[in-house]
């Protein structure tokens, strides 16, 4: 977490800007102002607070709504005079009901990434008790063997229509595929680099 002591809340007269970032999607939440109580409040109690110049006084984000931030992390810029703060959003941010201030939709991508590293140590440590372990050191015929058998379970789940069947097969063979892909020392990011080539 962040040291308060090499922040300059001098500039604005007290206050810094705190960025509100979603640290699931790396999108933006929100922007509100902080005075050195008000960050001191939001390390101790996990919560994002915040200053309210109209009301010149602390408010909690949540406090009303129940929709809380909750604190991930905190990280300054260049200068120390204003602050990102990584949280996870407990509902809506936006007074308005919607996901961010800034009309962004919410974005779960960055969590395919998560799991190509996950699957990545999985491969490295081999942990007693998961499944993952376990498809590494059935072999690459049987990982290449559940890709084939999602790929199918997919292409049926499109066949009937089934808009949750098509989700829930299609996370199956996501997984798989990525399994398959670091079997053969391929990262996910790879696979993303192609497409961005054929984009370009």
């Known amino acids: 977490m962040i040291d308060i002591s090499i922040l300059n809340f001098s500039k604005l007269n007290g206050l810094i800007p705190a960025i509100i970032v979603d640290s699931e999607t790396d999108k933006i939440l929100m922007l509100g102002f902080m005075n050195e109580q008000a960050l001191k409040k939001t390390i101790e109690t996990n919560k994002v607070t915040f200053f309210s110049r109209t009301k010149n006084a602390l408010w909690t984000k949540g406090e009303t709504s129940g929709n809380f931030l909750f604190v ?38 960055k969590f395919l990434g998560y799991l190509n590293d996950l699957i990545y140590q999985r491969k490295k440590n081999l942990p007693e008790e998961s499944y993952t372990t376990e498809l590494f050191k059935s072999g690459s015929d049987r990982i290449i063997q559940k890709v084939g058998e999602e790929a199918t379970e997919v292409i049926i789940a499109a066949k009937n229509k089934s808009r949750r069947e098509i989700i829930y097969e299609s996370a199956d063979l996501l997984y798989h595929l990525i399994v398959m892909l670091q079997d053969n020392d391929i990262n996910l990011s790879d696979v993303i680099t192609e497409l961005e080539s054929r984009h370009r």
């Open 72 to 109: 991930k992390d905190i990280i300054t810029d260049c200068d120390n005079d204003s602050i990102i703060v990584y949280a996870t959003p407990q509902g809506p941010t936006c007074h308005t009901g919607n996901y961010s201030c800034f009309g962004l939709e919410k974005n779960n991508l």
